[in-house]
């Protein structure tokens, strides 16, 4: 899968993305990364690619020609190529549209910086408008290597098999139960008992009893939604009747 990153600071991109994981992917030529500087599409010979606003307010707004120059340069022959735009205004990301995202052969990718983007050039060639969150940042350089990160995990080949991603939170609509490692005894906590059994049914009823937990503590609303059978209708319901109990 090919990124192409279109941004102010191509140095932030390029570093957090070639390290770890997706550093390895590039080198095993699983990912590319291909980062454009707006600012070598500027105006003038100051490099200015950014303005006052019409209508007044506080900061400025990137210019559309410089983001429409470093575009049209970056795209090739062929039909228009999928682009996010990351913004606080835009769906929030999860789990399934990084799913839905690796499954493109390429992604652009736009980053905005001070008060935003000139809307006109996002009309033309943003076909998504992607947030990480209800919190605003100084720049899109962070929301893309987050994006980026999530959406390269679900590359075939990135993740080796030990690190497989099944498992984890969001994939199931869960999230994941509690994990445990080397020593065994931390601060006079042991690792819980059944963990060391080797049995591996038991090993995943308790597991997944600990993810329906862990989900019901913190984020009830997944299990809506979640895929749940007889079974795990019972432990939530034990969990209910504890905390009555308890009252
Ligand atoms: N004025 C904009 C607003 O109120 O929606 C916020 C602009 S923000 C200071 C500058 C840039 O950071 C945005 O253009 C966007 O690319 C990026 N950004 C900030 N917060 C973000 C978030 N939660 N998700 C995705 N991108 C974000």
Same mark, same amino acid.
């Given at each position: 899968?090919?990124?192409?990153?279109?941004?102010?600071?191509?140095?932030?991109? *390029?570093?957090?993305?070639?390290?770890?994981?997706?550093?390895?992917?590039? *080198?095993?030529?699983?990912? *590319?990364?291909?980062?454009?500087?707006?600012?070598?599409?500027?105006? @003038?010979?100051?490099?200015?690619? @950014?303005?006052?606003?019409?209508?007044?307010?506080?900061?400025?707004?990137?210019?559309?020609?410089?983001?429409y120059?470093?575009?049209?340069a970056?795209?090739?022959e062929?039909?228009?190529?999928?682009?996010?735009?990351?913004?606080?205004?835009?769906?929030?990301?999860?789990?399934?549209?990084?799913?839905?995202?690796?499954? *493109?052969?390429?992604?652009?990718?736009?980053?905005?910086h001070?008060?935003?983007?000139?809307? /006109?050039?996002?009309?033309?060639?943003?076909? $998504?408008?992607?947030?990480?969150?209800?919190?605003?940042?100084t720049?899109?350089?962070?929301?893309?290597?987050? +994006?980026? $990160?999530?959406?390269?995990r679900?590359?075939?080949?990135?993740?080796?098999?030990?690190?497989?991603g099944?498992?984890?939170?969001?994939?199931?609509?869960l999230?994941?139960?509690?994990?445990?490692?080397?020593?065994?005894?931390?601060?006079?906590?042991?690792?819980?008992?059944?963990?060391?059994?080797?049995?591996?049914?038991?090993?995943?009823?308790?597991?997944?009893n600990?993810?329906?937990? /862990?989900?019901?503590?913190?984020?009830?609303?997944?299990?809506?939604?979640?895929?749940?059978?007889?079974? $795990? /209708?019972?432990?939530?319901?034990s +969990?209910?009747? $504890?905390?009555?109990?308890?009252?």
């Amino acid at each position: 899968m090919r990124f192409t990153v279109l941004t102010l600071f191509p140095e932030l991109i *390029e570093q957090g993305f070639s390290a770890s994981i997706t550093g390895r992917a590039m *080198e095993k030529g699983l990912l *590319e990364l291909r980062c454009i500087n707006i600012r070598d599409f500027a105006s @003038d010979r100051y490099g200015h690619v @950014d303005d006052y606003p019409y209508g007044g307010g506080a900061g400025m707004v990137m210019q559309a020609p410089p983001i429409y120059r470093a575009y049209e340069a970056a795209v090739r022959e062929g039909p228009r190529p999928r682009l996010v735009y990351l913004t606080p205004q835009g769906e929030v990301f999860t789990q399934k549209k990084a799913i839905e995202l690796a499954q *493109e052969e390429e992604l652009y990718i736009l980053c905005g910086h001070y008060e935003g983007v000139d809307e /006109r050039v996002l009309e033309e060639i943003a076909t $998504d408008r992607i947030s990480i969150g209800d919190y605003v940042l100084t720049g899109g350089e962070l929301p893309a290597l987050v +994006l980026m $990160d999530a959406v390269s995990r679900m590359v075939p080949g990135v993740l080796s098999n030990e690190e497989s991603g099944e498992d984890e939170s969001f994939m199931n609509g869960l999230l994941e139960y509690p994990q445990y490692t080397r020593p065994e005894v931390f601060m006079g906590r042991p690792v819980p008992e059944i963990l060391k059994s080797g049995h591996h049914a038991n090993i995943a009823r308790w597991r997944r009893n600990e993810s329906l937990r /862990r989900t019901k503590e913190v984020r009830p609303e997944l299990l809506e939604k979640a895929e749940l059978d007889k079974t $795990d /209708r019972k432990f939530l319901q034990s +969990l209910e009747s $504890d905390i009555e109990e308890k009252n």
